[in-house]
């Protein structure tokens, strides 16, 4: 199948929009987006034939929608602020959407204040609302009772990238697009076949176009049609039901496994207890591991239209606005200058790639990253207002403080599938009774025999906690890193193959932070060196996460085995994505990104590799 994505070098083209009184035009397509009483036509196209309202309240857990044409949002506020009205409060609506030509940030925020004092979930949704990427992006709203999955791109692409991976079918489609004289392209054949693909019998649809060619070809993707007469504002539109049953029942796991408390296995196991799964977390350390008091979340970008780029951006932007509703995160601001792994014209690169797409990074001159930091700056930086400080002790016990975990340390898991007993505990831990094992176990994971051709190995690192005489207003990046630590500042990190002697890291980390300080300021920094904090990160051959299935010698996945491992040091970016990655695998959904970066995180790429040089970087054949 064709990636949906184009690079992200090559900026969508997002919706030319004006206002005509209270309704908003698209120039483009020479056509308005809803009429002026758009609440009450969402009611009478969409809700009233579907009979959401009545399905919302009678529904007990997921609730799908499929939407072709997100547009200014009215659909997905309208549904969600009825949904929340009437569903049960243990019940959640999915509401995956479309949009080839999405609104530009800044406008949307525009739109969504003139409509949020009627619908006010619009104010959430203006808070988390994408930037202009292409590719997926799955947001939380209402506390976890709503999810938005919006795709930027063809939408018939867009719905083909799901199919086979989102198990659970759609219960009702909403077709909002341009009418199909102004935008062709989207009402294809391949659409249809791609819709009757994603429901099941009883799924339903609706749409405002009453054009023939569109109930026939429903009709003959297996929808049973019939228009709605919708006078006086219309003639009539349509809306069906879908009679062929082509779905088999999903049925999400109610217990699950997972190995490794650090941070990829509490976020893994808290995104599995807020889906309602019951989770024993397992750790072979006394105490809960990885706790280091400080650390920096911020995107490490690559502007080369690369999958791993791509999932870079995706990651990142997933977990921004998932610290938003943690503890142990503090947003600080963050600026990234020059440094080893961000020469001048790679950091320019990235402004012209990203910047563009809205204000989630913004490329600054040395006057304003002067007065951001509060400190006489000599270089030009990249802005990123929503990096956070992370106190990964306090983060962690946040995620695996709930009462659906069962935390379980001093318990060493040596097998996966068989009994695991430990001298410390003195008892059998059988986890062959879950229905799923997680394996979040760092640098281990390849320890164990199902996941040995994992090319995974630890890599030690260390941070210094020095007292500065003038620090900056916020984290920076460049040389190395430097972010608040209590009434301190954490400086490094070393990157240590083999693990180094602490003096010497300490002499490592400190002579690069001097050199980096006067090139970044003129001057030498006034510093004294208060104590270190030492850790190892989990880093795959590739330095990219191993996320997803694993597979055996035959190369077919093992059954109720999946991994989430191999962070490295972007570890605070890419675990919480990966843990929605993994929930919505179990629970019957489809992850939020593409197939193509599906397989590029994927396992079985060392599989491929190792069949053409043979096994590296700590896998074994």
Request: charged share 20%.
């Amino acid at each position: 199948m064709t990636d949906p994505n184009t690079s992200p070098s090559t900026p969508l083209i997002p919706a030319q929009l004006s206002w005509l009184g209270d309704q908003p035009f698209s120039r483009r397509f020479g056509d308005i987006y809803h009429a002026p009483d758009g609440m009450a036509e969402v009611v009478r196209v969409f809700v009233e034939p579907q009979h959401l309202t009545e399905r919302f309240a009678a529904n007990q857990r997921v609730f799908t929608i499929g939407e072709l044409g997100f547009g200014s949002g009215l659909n997905f506020a309208v549904v969600a602020q009825r949904y929340l009205q009437c569903a049960p409060a243990n019940a959640r609506l999915h509401f995956i959407t479309v949009e080839k030509h999405p609104i530009a940030p800044a406008e949307f925020t525009a739109l969504a204040r003139r409509r949020a004092s009627t619908l006010p979930i619009y104010r959430e949704l203006a808070q988390v609302y994408p930037p202009l990427l292409p590719g997926w992006h799955r947001r939380h709203l209402a506390g976890g009772r709503i999810t938005l999955s919006a795709f930027y791109g063809d939408g018939a692409l867009g719905f083909g990238d799901i199919v086979g991976r989102q198990r659970l079918p759609v219960d009702a489609w909403l077709l909002d697009g341009f009418a199909p004289d102004r935008n062709p392209q989207l009402w294809r054949d391949s659409l249809w076949r791609t819709l009757a693909e994603l429901s099941a019998e009883g799924s339903t649809i609706a749409t405002f176009s009453a054009v023939g060619a569109v109930r026939r070809a429903l009709g003959d993707a297996g929808f049973n049609m019939r228009k709605v007469d919708q006078r006086p504002y219309k003639r009539h539109t349509l809306a069906g039901e879908f009679l062929p049953a082509r779905h088999v029942a999903y049925e999400p796991p109610r217990s699950v496994a997972v190995v490794g408390a650090g941070f990829a296995g509490a976020a893994t196991a808290r995104q599995l207890v807020d889906r309602g799964i019951a989770v024993t977390l397992y750790d072979a350390a006394p105490s809960p591991p990885n706790r280091m008091a400080a650390t920096l979340f911020h995107p490490r970008l690559l502007p080369d239209g690369s999958t791993g780029s791509q999932l870079r951006c995706t990651g990142y932007l997933y977990s921004t606005h998932w610290y938003q509703n943690v503890c142990g995160a503090r947003p600080v601001g963050a600026l990234q200058f020059t440094g080893p792994n961000m020469p001048q014209a790679r950091l320019e690169a990235a402004a012209d790639a990203f910047a563009p797409s809205g204000d989630w990074v913004v490329p600054v001159d040395p006057a304003t990253a002067s007065s951001l930091a509060g400190i006489p700056l000599r270089k030009h930086a990249l802005f990123f207002p929503h990096a956070r400080a992370l106190d990964l002790g306090t983060l962690g016990n946040t995620l695996s403080s709930h009462g659906s975990i069962d935390y379980r340390p001093n318990t060493l898991c040596d097998r996966v599938f068989n009994d695991i007993d430990h001298a410390a505990v003195k008892t059998q831990r059988d986890v062959s009774n879950y229905d799923h094992v997680i394996l979040c176990a760092g640098a281990g994971a390849n320890g164990f025999e199902q996941a040995r051709y994992l090319e995974i190995l630890p890599v030690w690192g260390q941070i210094e906690r020095v007292e500065l005489a003038r620090a900056p207003a916020m984290p920076m990046v460049g040389d190395g890193f430097m972010t608040s630590v209590d009434a301190h500042w954490g400086i490094g990190a070393t990157y240590e193959q083999k693990p180094w002697d602490e003096a010497r890291a300490s002499v490592f980390n400190l002579a690069r932070f001097h050199a980096w300080w006067r090139e970044l300021t003129g001057a030498d920094p006034l510093l004294h060196d208060v104590a270190r904090l030492r850790g190892s990160r989990a880093v795959a051959s590739d330095r990219m996460p191993v996320i997803g299935r694993l597979f055996d010698g035959e190369d077919a996945p093992i059954p109720r085995l999946l991994v989430n491992t191999g962070h490295g040091s972007q570890g605070t970016v890419s675990a919480p994505f990966a843990a929605e990655w993994i929930a919505s695998e179990l629970c019957g959904e489809f992850a939020p990104c593409t197939r193509a970066q599906l397989d590029a995180y994927g396992s079985m790429r060392f599989r491929l590799r190792q069949a053409r040089r043979g096994p590296r970087h700590g896998g074994r054949a």
